[in-house]
């Protein structure tokens, strides 16, 4: 399909960018890897008046490491520099995997995790990793800068919390705890570049077979991306066994609602959540990902 005729906006800072969507309002869109936007305004799902960029801000693509340690991302580093990268392969590498899972090469090397977390999918590779790490954004308007963290931010399906005239402009990703265990486990209905039908990224940290703590954030399912706070809750301070491991399952397909599409019904899902969470924890029980 022909695009609908727009007003192309290209901004040299943060400030000029908030500027330019409080003036234009709903009518304005932000665009920098443009690999979700386009497609819907071609489709006409999105009819933005002006698209505004902010790929030439200097800074927005960085990766550099937090203060206290962990990350901070730049919003316009694309999937593919966060996969390839040492710092975040050594800091954070349940992330660098996820983000090497994101539908193909061309699309990783081109679509940025802002854009990605703004986009609002639930079927998203890199939500349900940033999820169970407890990453936060920070974001600017007109009002100034907040940082929230991303549990807060997906508020519904296709939805986040930037109001109107707010630009993400970097996510922070705490550290790892020592000898934390990782896993994320991409379910798709046919080949690998598909949408998640189901993404489960777990975190657990354990003293023997003790879970001390487990983090688990889940994409795909839910209209948007969550976190299983019951069936962390039904893992920390018990010894993990083949028993543990199925109850969490069960935890876990009962705490969300599934969305049903055309890639699957909601009680599939249900199903591939009850497996998935499962087979992650008896996995992470005997080794897994180890930092």
């Known amino acids: 399909m022909i695009l609908r005729p727009f007003k192309y906006v290209e901004c040299g800072s943060v400030d000029e960018a908030t500027t330019t969507l409080k003036q234009y309002g709903d009518g304005a869109r932000i665009i920098a890897g443009g690999t979700a936007l386009v497609p819907m305004m071609k489709h006409r799902l999105l009819r933005p008046e002006v698209l505004v960029s ?37 800091e954070s590498p349940l992330l660098a995997y996820a983000c090497g899972r994101v539908a193909s090469p061309t699309v990783r090397s081109m679509a940025t995790l802002g854009g990605n977390l703004c986009y609002g999918e639930s079927a998203s590779d890199p939500s349900p990793a940033l999820l169970a790490l407890r990453a936060r954004v920070r974001v600017v308007g007109s009002g100034g800068e907040r940082t929230l963290p991303l549990t807060e931010f997906f508020t519904g399906f296709y ?11 970097a996510v922070e990703v705490p550290p790892l705890a020592p000898g934390a265990r990782w896993r994320y486990l991409k379910w798709v209905p046919r080949a690998q570049e598909d949408k998640a039908l189901v993404g489960l990224a777990a975190v657990l940290v354990l003293d023997g077979r003790h879970c001390r703590m487990a983090r688990l954030g889940l994409g795909g399912v839910a209209a948007s991306p969550v976190v299983l706070r019951r069936t962390e809750q ?10 543990t491991s199925a109850e969490a399952g069960e935890v876990a397909a009962a705490e969300v609602e599934p969305m049903e599409d055309l890639q699957g019904s909601a009680d599939y899902r249900r199903d591939m959540l009850r497996v998935w969470v499962r087979r992650v924890v008896a996995d992470l029980a005997t080794g897994g990902g180890e930092r």
């Open 54 to 90: 902010v790929i030439q801000v200097p800074g927005l693509g960085d990766i550099a490491a937090g203060p206290d340690g962990g990350l901070r991302l730049g919003a316009l580093a694309t999937h593919w520099e966060i996969s390839r990268s040492p710092l975040v392969k050594r």
């Open 159 to 169: 939805e986040t919390g930037l109001a109107e005239d707010e630009v993400l402009t």
């Open 234 to 243: 039904s893992l920390e301070g018990r010894e993990l066994d083949e028993r």
